[in-house]
């Protein structure tokens, strides 16, 4: 079985740029989760998509959103990106029913 | 609210040698807890967790970890760590009563096992 995917593995923008993330979850889940691990901050969660819904948000800025497709896929997009934005985002599926988050190996994000 | 508290930042141990890493919790509803291992320029895998049953709970890779309700405590332990162990740990916590269902993390130990 698959585990989670995430594109691309690097990303390299300047500073107002968007950035687009991708994430497909594991065959069957339903929920995805995205979070941002950035230097001295830690893991923070930042948005849950469950059945093409955005459920709930972290305490980030209307700049990051995203959206979930009706196969359960994922996209985080960061608008007018700030060099504070660098980090490693992660994401998450969970499936329904369940209690347990699986991650990808991420996506770099280095803003210049 | 929930918040998750590891207190060591970096645990150095001699390969063969025990480990503990210390893991406390805080919340106000009744919680699912886990522990994740990050090795360097990877993502999350989990290592184990605990969601009801019984409180000693076992992992991959010899791991297992204690809940303790009253000491709101999930400490993770190893008899004989590897230098294979070498890692981030970070202890995690959710509530099991429904609503945001994101995680909240602690900000994670760094196991340096030395030969």
């Known amino acids: 079985e698959a585990g989670v995917t995430q594109s691309p593995t690097h990303l390299i923008k300047t500073r107002g740029q968007q950035a687009t993330l991708r994430c497909s979850p594991i065959s069957g889940h339903t929920s995805v989760y995205w979070y941002q691990q950035a230097l001295g901050l830690g893991l923070q969660f930042l948005l849950w998509y469950d059945e093409g819904e955005e459920r709930n948000r972290g305490n980030f800025p209307p700049r990051f959103s995203g959206r979930q497709f009706p196969n359960y896929s994922s996209e985080l997009n960061v608008n007018a990106l700030e060099l504070e934005d660098s980090a490693l985002y992660l994401c998450a599926s969970k499936g329904r029913g369940k209690e347990t988050q699986y991650f990808g190996p991420g996506t770099r994000l280095l803003v210049l | 609210a929930q918040s998750v508290t590891q207190l060591d930042s970096q645990v150095p141990v001699f390969e063969e040698a025990p480990v503990e890493l210390r893991c406390n919790y805080s919340s106000s509803v009744s919680v699912y807890l886990f522990w994740y291992v990050q090795y360097p320029n990877q993502g999350l895998q989990l290592l184990l967790k605990y969601l009801s049953g019984s409180t000693l709970v076992k992992g991959i890779n010899g791991f297992e970890a204690e809940f303790n309700k009253s000491q709101t405590s999930f400490h993770l332990r190893k008899p004989s760590v590897h230098i294979s162990d070498t890692a981030e740990y970070f202890c995690?916590?959710?509530?099991?009563?429904?609503?945001?269902?994101?995680?909240?993390f602690g900000s994670g130990t760094r196991l340096q096992v030395q030969p």
């Open positions: 995690a916590v959710t509530s099991s009563m429904g609503g945001r269902r994101a995680l909240t």
